[in-house]
């Protein structure tokens, strides 16, 4: 992800983990249909990095949000956390040397005398 966004309504750069203090102080209708969204993704079960993808922001600045939205009053579901992220039936084949099968080895001596 880049580091900045560009914001649509007012064409500023924007560092991402700062998205969200520059909707609340410049724009805040967009804030407040942004928290929303953000509320109701976590509450259908995406998880922190779906949410943070969509919104267009971190997925650290997600989880504090999400934290003081849940201090304040707010009904929030326990944000999903994905610690692996492979399925659990995944099984990676070793392809190394060892594990083909010898298929007749071709020795060349050469002796110099």
Not at 32 to 43: A, F, H, S, Y
């Amino acid at each position: 992800m880049e580091n900045k966004v560009i914001y649509g309504h007012c064409n500023h750069k924007i560092i991402r983990s700062k998205y969200f203090n520059h909707l609340e102080t410049y724009h805040l209708d967009e804030y407040l249909k942004t928290v929303d969204r953000i509320i109701r993704m976590n509450n259908e079960g995406y998880t922190i990095f779906e949410i943070a993808e969509k919104t267009n922001t971190t997925s650290n600045v997600v989880l504090s949000r999400l934290k003081e939205l849940k201090n304040r009053g707010y009904e929030i579901k326990e944000p999903l956390k994905v610690s692996i992220l492979e399925p659990k039936d995944f099984k990676l084949n070793a392809t190394t040397l060892w594990s083909f099968p010898v298929m007749g080895i071709v020795v060349i001596c050469l002796y110099y005398t």
